[in-house]
Structure formats: C-alpha cells, structure tokens
C-alpha cells in the first residue's frame, strides 16, 4: 500500500480540503461497483458517437510495467509500452470511434492462468471468486456482445493482429453476426479457392480411420501471396486527411479463404493490404468479412480506423493518469479505470462542444487548462513550504526505518 499512499499524497497536495484518508478509501476499499460507472460512460459516449456508418468498436490491449508481485494480474508478459516480455500488467479495452472521435468506453483486466489457479492469491488482492481463467480473446468478446446488449450502436468491430491471428474469435464474430476489420500477421495462412475440407479415406485395409479435415489445395502465407504481386497491382488510395494532408497509402485487395482446420468449411472474407512508405517500408495485413460488394475505398478507410484506439490510449496516459496509479488490488483497478473513462468522456464532450470555436482543441489543452484555472492548495509560500517539510518528514522516517532494520533494531 505504500505506492499507493504516495500516489495520494501528491493529490492532496494539489487538491484544495483533500483528505488523504477520504480520496485512499474511494480508490482502494470503497465499495461502489465499477461497471454501472462504465455503463453510463458507453452511454453517455454512444450520445456523441454512436449510430452513424463511420462509428466502430475497437478492440485494443496495452501492458502497465509493473516492478513487485503482489498486484493483481502482474506477471512476466509481453507489454507493448516496453516492446519485450516484462513484468506487467495487461488490460483489454474497448474504444468507440467515429472519425477522429474516440473514447475508451469498456475494459477487462487480463488475469494469468498462474493467477486463476492460485486461489489464496487471488483473495488476497480482492479477485472475486467466480473469475475463471479467459483469454484476452474471450475478454475482447464478451465486451464485444455486452456492448451490442447495451444498445451500442456501431457499425463494425476493429481488431489489432494479437486478436485477429485468433482465427475461432473471428469465425465467432462471423457467426454473431459482427462485421469486423482485423489487422493479422504476416504469416497468416490464405486460400486463393476453397479448400473445401474433408476427411480422407482410409488407406489400406488396416489402421485407424481418418478423423482429421484436410484441404483439398495448399494454402500461402499472405506475406508470400504479396511478394508475387506485380507493381501495376497495387492501387494508391487515400486513408483520411492527417494534420499534415492526406494521409494516402498503396493497397492491395483480394478475396480470400480462411480456414481454421477445425469447421468443415472455410470462410471467404477480403484480403486488405496497406503499404506505407516513409523512413522504412511498412506492410499491415487485415482480413474483414465486410459484404462482398463493398467499395475498395471503404475497406481502406475501415482498417486505417484502428489507429484511433492507440490515441485513445496514448491520451488515457498523457492526459488522464490511465498509468499514473501504484494500486494492488482487483477493485482498486477498476476503479481507477472507470475514473480514466470518464475523464476521457469528460475530454471528448469537451472537444466536440467547442469544435467550432477552437477547433484543434486536444486533450492535452484541456489538461493544461484546468491545472490552470481550477483552485490548487500548492499556491502560498506556506503551503508549499510546509508540504516540503512534510515530505522531508516521511523520507527521514523511512530512512531511520531502513537503517533500524539493517540494526536488527
């Protein structure tokens, strides 16, 4: 607890009839439940955004370095923030876009299956007993269909590459029906035709029967099927317009066969390539299961829309304190991320109100403008002066601490 206390410690600081004891309880311990307090936020942003042909749902994930092990969910993981394997925490978020709008709106905190399984940790950190092990697939999911039973409206669903290599989830959002743009990887596993599955017959007159589906044709990594394509294939189109003009790419688009080995049938879905050139070539990849008469121009537009949710989440950190927390337990998680989310609505109401007179109007404005004008207790010599003091207080206590305790003391 003792991050936490000092994480509070800075607030009270700032914040005028702060009480230390009061802001600790309402983060940590306090009862109130979170999900109501995201509800509201979806609904309150579904206000803003929802509806039109250009709002989508964003699935997107992001890691939380963490140094100790007591906090809920920390374990060695990949963490995007660091780009290696480290000791993290993992969110699943949902984001609401439209355009240039976007707004975290729902999340799930990824739980390791060494986590799920050791049952005294989990109470010690406040996780609820009916948590069971999921797959941050299976999270994105079941935000996925609390979303639409909510009455959010939106048009389609996009997903980075960590979710759509998970070929079952997409089949699953195939099923629902959910249209979705999912960037994958390059080594993702394309039919040119059906490979109309089957099992084969026995050979011989001996042995066990064939259980297993086969294709009838040879399936190609994508990033092998876009070597062989000629120039004159790929067609520039523009993605958006940028603060620098128009944000253009070249592309390359294909029907394709999905097949997961595991259904008796394969899916046909549109292949979406984007080349981008700059300091160094980049190449994204996304399947979409979007009707199949559906514009080029469209399809280009749908997958550049993914970039929204990383600003989503570049903001909830620069501007909303989405990382700036040092908390250990389950519901002091939530918490805090149900109070990052409505900051952030707080943030785009606050945009879109003022569009028009103050058009380039950011987050980071907004976070300047009301360290600004709203009261502040730092700004008397006094007070500053004596939380100094305050502060020298504590270190010097812990110094003595460390040094009895080398003592034995």
């Known amino acids: 607890m003792q991050a936490i206390k000092k994480n509070i ?13 009061a802001v600790h309880n309402f983060v940590s311990e306090s009862p109130w439940e979170h999900a109501p307090v995201t509800g509201q936020v979806a609904r309150d942003c579904e206000r803003l955004l929802g509806g039109g042909p250009d709002t989508s749902l964003i699935i997107d994930e992001s890691g939380l370095p963490k140094k100790g092990k007591e906090s809920v969910g920390v374990a060695r993981q990949w963490c995007g923030r660091l780009g290696k394997l480290d000791n993290c925490q993992v969110g ?11 707004s975290l709106i729902d999340e799930r905190l990824y739980l390791p299956e060494e986590w799920t399984k050791d049952k005294k940790r989990c109470r010690k950190v406040g996780v609820p007993a009916d948590v069971r092990f999921k797959t941050k697939s299976e999270l994105a999911y079941d935000m996925i269909l609390a979303q639409r039973a909510m009455g959010t409206r939106f048009a389609w669903v996009g997903l980075d590459g960590g979710y759509g290599k998970d070929t079952p989830l997409l089949c699953a959002l195939d099923d629902a029906p959910e249209v979705f743009v999912a960037d994958v990887h390059k080594d993702q596993l394309i039919y040119l035709a059906n490979p109309a599955p089957f099992i084969p017959e026995r050979q011989g007159k001996i042995g066990k029967f064939p259980t297993r589906l086969v294709a009838k044709i040879k399936g190609l990594r994508v990033d092998k099927w876009v070597a ?4 004159t294939a790929w067609q520039r189109l523009t993605i958006r317009d940028a603060t620098k003009g128009k944000l253009q790419a070249d592309f390359l688009f294909r029907r394709v066969w999905i097949w997961n080995k595991a259904e008796a049938k ?33 399809l280009a537009f749908m997958q550049g829309q993914r970039f929204f949710v990383e600003r989503a989440l570049q903001d909830a950190k620069s501007h909303a304190g989405m990382d700036h927390y040092q908390i250990r337990g389950w519901r002091a998680w939530h918490h805090h991320m149900a109070l990052v989310m409505m900051a952030m609505l707080f943030m ?46 504590q270190r010097q206590a812990s ?9 034995g003391g």
């Open 92 to 102: 699943v978020f949902a984001a609401l876009s439209c355009g240039a709008r976007v």
């Open 348 to 393: 785009l109401e606050t945009r879109i109100n003022n569009k028009d007179r103050i058009p380039l109007l950011s987050c980071g404005d907004i976070e300047t403008l009301l360290a600004h004008f709203l009261p502040r207790r730092d700004v008397t010599k006094a007070e500053v002066l004596r939380q100094m003091q305050y502060r020298h207080h």
């Open 9 to 21: 410690e800075r607030m009270i600081e700032v914040v005028p009839d702060a009480n230390y004891q």
């Open 399 to 407: 110094i003595d601490s460390a040094y009895s305790r080398q003592r």
């Open 228 to 231: 062989r394509q000629p120039k």
């Open 266 to 298: 394969a899916r046909c879905w549109h292949l979406v390539v984007r080349r981008e050139e700059g300091a160094e070539e980049t190449i994204k990849y996304s399947l979409s299961n979007a009707p199949e008469v559906i514009t080029k121009r469209r």
